[in-house]
């Protein structure tokens, strides 16, 4: 059963990490407090967000719907109540990109793929999220490659797969990363397990698949 400390202490790591304006916190409280769901994340970030708010989140977060019905029903809890009530859920995935230049990188998937700029970290940035419809992509500056390029390309190693709906769209999104300029790995292809997919390199050589139905 989950200690009622415990719990305090969630909603003040969550106030902090809204003060500190923390974006992955953004989307657990978009998901989870109806009034935000229409937000994006610096809209959710910009907001104010007290104390109240957090704890209001922590309780639907094990199933009560205000901080107050958590702390009288928390006690009654039985153990199956509490596995069926707390059981986390992923809200969202956001694959991680390695990049030499934050700007370059970002100019790639403005200008070529018809991403927006979510948001940027530091000065100079050296962290960004980048979205496009439901895809999000953050893009981490690294030193160094972090993996061997040959082995990349022969293994066929995806750093990140979007799909969409339909096989009109998969055709559609090829044609238009094509007028880009993009560099293709894999042109538009058919695959025998039923899908229609591409593959394009950004500038640090991250393969990205875009993949549809086939028909």
């Known amino acids: 059963m989950p200690n009622f400390e415990n719990l305090r202490k969630q909603a003040k790591l ?31 970030l910009a907001d104010s967000f007290k104390l109240s708010d957090a704890q209001e989140l ?25 596995q069926t009530l707390t059981r986390a859920v992923i809200v969202a995935a956001e694959p991680e990109l390695f990049v030499a230049n934050i700007k370059a990188s970002l100019d790639f998937f403005t200008q070529k793929l018809g991403f927006a700029i979510a948001f940027t970290y530091g000065e100079p940035p050296f962290y960004a999220q980048v979205k496009r419809d439901g895809a999000q992509l953050n893009l981490k500056c690294v030193d160094s490659p972090v993996i061997n390029p040959e082995l ?17 769209e998969i055709k ?18 058919k695959q025998p397990w039923g899908a229609r997919n ?18």
């Open 14 to 44: 969550v106030l902090r990490w809204h003060r500190d304006r923390y974006y992955p916190v953004a989307a657990q409280i978009r998901a989870t407090l109806p009034r935000y769901q229409n937000m994006t994340d610096p809209e959710v």
């Open 58 to 82: 922590v309780a639907r977060q094990h199933g009560f719907e205000s901080w107050e019905a958590l702390k009288t029903g928390l006690p009654t809890m039985t153990d199956h109540a509490e």
């Open 152 to 168: 990349r390309d022969r293994e066929e190693l995806l750093s990140a797969a979007m799909t969409v709906a339909t096989a009109i």
């Open 172 to 189: 559609q999104l090829f044609l238009e990363f094509q007028s880009a300029n993009v560099t293709f790995f894999q042109t538009l292809k």
């Open 198 to 215: 591409f593959i394009i390199k950004d500038p640090d050589g991250n393969l990205l698949l875009f993949a549809g139905p086939a028909d």
